[in-house]
């Protein structure tokens, strides 16, 4: 099988490219199941950040149509691609800087942080090929309200990267992708591994939680952390103006 997507971890964060250029970066199964080969190898390593990147014109041209009309439907590929990026504790960065189509924009949609170059254009075109954005809106409409991106599922029209940050489909827009990603990931590791897998945590489960049980649950992890050893580094590099250091609890390395 050829290597449609590389897996490169460098100083604790795991870097995975697309590079199925013959068609676009299309949601082949092998290229599937590479993708979920390399969340697995950044998982294994104690990745503190996964960023999904790129080779070629396109980030992703959505569904392999032809592998789709020759064989049985079978959507369990992609659903489980999905649920990974949306689910691994480290937080994940997609690195787009080409366009984007169809079920691309659910793989991006379903990283926490979507950095985009300024001239990325972006198409939802099912119904233009008579299916719906099924799977795909369960990442895009946890991010987006339905109204906002109405237009853009029902007619497939393009649209750009403005109004893609705008609507909530993406975080960042840029001249320069890799600039702007190492950016965050320079940030991401600034905090302490614990906190900031317990914040992508919170950003998924609180929005869902009725109020009095979110603050509860709030509550008690707060009370946890603050009394936890990483409070304790984080609050003594505060006080002496530095970058804190900190020490992998075992909890951090499994």
């Known amino acids: 099988m050829s290597e449609l997507v590389h897996t490169v971890i460098v100083d604790d964060v795991a870097t995975i490219t697309l590079d199925s250029q ?16 390399g969340i697995d190898a950044a998982e294994d390593a104690q990745a503190r950040a996964i960023v999904l990147r790129h080779e070629g014109p396109a980030f992703c041209a959505g569904a392999d149509l032809k592998e789709r009309s020759d064989g049985p439907p079978d959507s369990g590929p992609m ?13 994940t960065i997609a690195a787009v800087d080409g366009a984007v189509r169809a079920g691309g924009i659910g793989l991006m949609a379903s990283c926490d942080l979507v950095v985009v170059h300024s001239t990325t254009t972006f198409a939802l075109t ?18 987006v309200p339905p109204g906002k991106i109405a237009a853009a599922m029902l007619t497939g029209e393009q649209f750009g990267a403005d109004e893609a940050r705008t609507i909530g489909l993406v975080t960042h827009v840029t001249d320069d992708v890799a600039t702007s990603v190492a950016a965050l990931v320079d940030g991401i590791r600034a905090g302490a591994p614990r906190a900031v897998r317990e914040t ?6 609180v929005p869902t939680m009725e ?11 707060s009370n946890e952390l603050f009394q936890g050893p990483d409070a304790k580094i984080g609050m003594q590099a505060f006080r002496e103006k530095r970058r804190p250091t900190w020490v992998l609890s075992e909890s951090d390395q499994t």
């Open 22 to 37: 013959h068609n676009r970066n299309a949601l082949s199964k092998p290229l599937l199941d590479q993708l979920h080969a």
């Open 79 to 91: 659903v489980r691609a999905l649920k990974r990026l949306m689910d691994t504790e480290r937080p």
């Open 126 to 143: 099912e119904v233009r090929i008579g299916v719906a954005a099924a799977i795909i809106s369960v990442p895009i409409l946890r991010r």
């Open 200 to 205: 992508k945590a919170l950003l998924h489960s």
């Open 211 to 221: 109020r009095d049980t979110a603050f509860a649950a709030m509550e008690s992890l």
